[in-house]
């Protein structure tokens, strides 16, 4: 079946062909309207007496591998209503066709609209001269502001999360409509003041989804009271990803034993993967060499000086492979202790068995008798100030306690720094009797 392509098709409805120029770069078409009369944009009124004529260049859709320019034979009409001010004005077209003042028809400017939403401005531009239809940036910018977005439907389920203008340096808050997929707000920071002043101009927001950090859940939080909260699919996927592939690391060694493949074929393994492969290796031969040499109560010292590797692998290596030690090995360090002060002692069990581990033979009973005293002091805690005057100069002593009693810590802070100060200040941060903090607390 044959179909005949009628040369009227090829240009814009409402226009008749009159002459075509067939050049190098480009293809003219001489056109004019088919209408014998126009509209008058004042008043309404239709208008037959005709003024006189002038050239519109336009650009249109490419045609046979060119560019297509419309050069129209416009009119300019007089308006014959009595009560219309306007005495001449220019032919109109439809809007659909060709908009007042434009340079283009409006298919060829909604082809350019499309460009700049889904492409932008210079990838667009470049597009579109490929296309054969060249445009610059700008153009494309200006077109897409002219027409503006769609109308603005207020959103009941919304996910917010944070986004980089800079990343490392400057983040924002970006919130998105769900159910329409469109985002609809970029806030300048993502603090939960400014989200939360934002979430508050929209009370019919029935559903925030966020990410699981506590900033976004305390704007949500007084914003919206009622609203429900929900994790968003995105991160209980990437946290799950990241838990999941954390405890598989962890645990490679049991994995292969329990599928039959502790032992690797280095014939199957990339190139990446033998090295890594080889580095497992030798990190393997250096710790059983150390974790033997620690077996036989060799010094560190000489650990070090026989394997070449650092002291802090040395010291590592032989407490990731102790046992857990039992409440008799400290209870042999603490028997002399009084009641109060074995059980704390007891809770840092395993503390104290790496300390005798990795020193060997080396440990002492000084070491161990400070990490058996060593005990923290409470956040919130009872102190006691002491202001004084030697020589001059202004003195404050303080003392802090434990729940019971005890005596924790003395600081002593000065006004001017002087060498009686200074003096005192080395004796008295040595005292760390009851008797001390007695006679603090009476005075």
């Known amino acids: 079946m044959r179909h005949i392509v009628q040369a009227s098709g090829l240009i814009p409805n409402g226009f008749v062909i009159e002459d075509v120029a067939d050049e190098a770069a480009a293809l003219t078409i001489m056109v004019r309207a088919a209408s014998k009369t126009s509209r008058c944009p004042a008043c309404g009124a239709t208008a037959q007496r005709v003024h006189s004529r002038y050239r ?27 009560l219309c001010g306007r005495r001449i004005f220019a032919e109109r077209f439809d809007d659909a066709v060709l908009a007042p003042w434009a340079r283009r028809t409006a298919r060829l400017d909604h082809i350019v609209h499309c460009l700049g939403l889904a492409l932008g401005g210079r990838p667009a531009a ?66 939960p003041a400014t989200s939360q002043a934002w979430l508050s101009d929209h009370r019919q927001i029935a559903v925030v989804a966020r990410d699981r950090g506590g900033g976004y859940a305390i704007a949500a939080a007084k914003a919206l009271p009622e609203a429900s909260q929900v994790a968003d699919r995105w991160h209980l996927m990437e946290n799950a990803s990241h838990a999941f592939l954390d405890a598989v690391r962890k645990s490679m060694r049991q994995i292969r034993s329990a599928i039959g493949a502790a032992t690797i074929d280095p014939a199957l393994l990339t190139h990446a993967e033998r090295l890594q492969y080889e580095e497992y290796l030798r990190r393997e031969e250096e710790n059983a060499a150390i974790l033997k040499l620690a077996a036989d109560h060799t010094p560190i010292r000489e650990i070090v000086r026989r394997t070449g590797c650092s002291r ?44 005798a581990v990795t020193s060997a033979d080396d440990a002492t009973p000084r070491q161990i008798e400070r990490l058996i005293l060593r005990e923290g002091l409470p956040t919130r805690r009872r102190h006691y100030i ?24 003395i600081f002593i802070d000065m006004h001017k720094e002087g060498s009686t100060p200074c003096a005192l200040r080395a004796a008295s941060a040595a005292i760390r009797s009851t008797t001390f903090f007695q006679v603090l607390r009476t005075a």
Not at 74 to 81: I, L, N
Not at 144 to 155: A, E, M, Q, T
Not at 161 to 186: P, V
Not at 386 to 409: C, M, S, V
């Open 312 to 355: 802090g692998l040395a010291l590592i290596a032989p407490a990731a492979h102790a046992q857990a030690p039992s409440d008799e090995i400290i209870l042999d360090y603490a028997q002399l202790l009084t009641p109060s002060e074995q059980e704390p002692a007891m809770e840092r069990s395993p503390q104290i068995h790496e300390v």
């Open 126 to 191: 470049r597009f579109a001269c490929r296309l054969m239809a060249p445009v610059s940036n700008d153009t494309i910018l200006r077109v897409v502001r002219r027409r503006g977005c769609p109308r603005f439907v207020p959103p009941t389920v919304i996910g917010i999360d944070d986004w980089a203008w800079r990343r490392n340096q400057r983040y924002g808050t970006i919130i998105c409509d769900l159910e329409r997929r469109r985002t609809i707000a970029l806030l300048p920071d993502r603090e």
């Open 386 to 409: 002491q202001k004084a005057r030697i020589g001059g100069h202004k003195l404050y002593l303080q003392a802090g306690e434990y729940p019971d009693g005890r005596l924790g810590e």
């Open 56 to 82: 519109r260049r336009l650009a249109d859709l490419p045609a046979v591998g060119k560019m297509v320019r419309l050069l129209v034979c416009a009119r300019r009409f007089h308006c014959d209503a009595v």
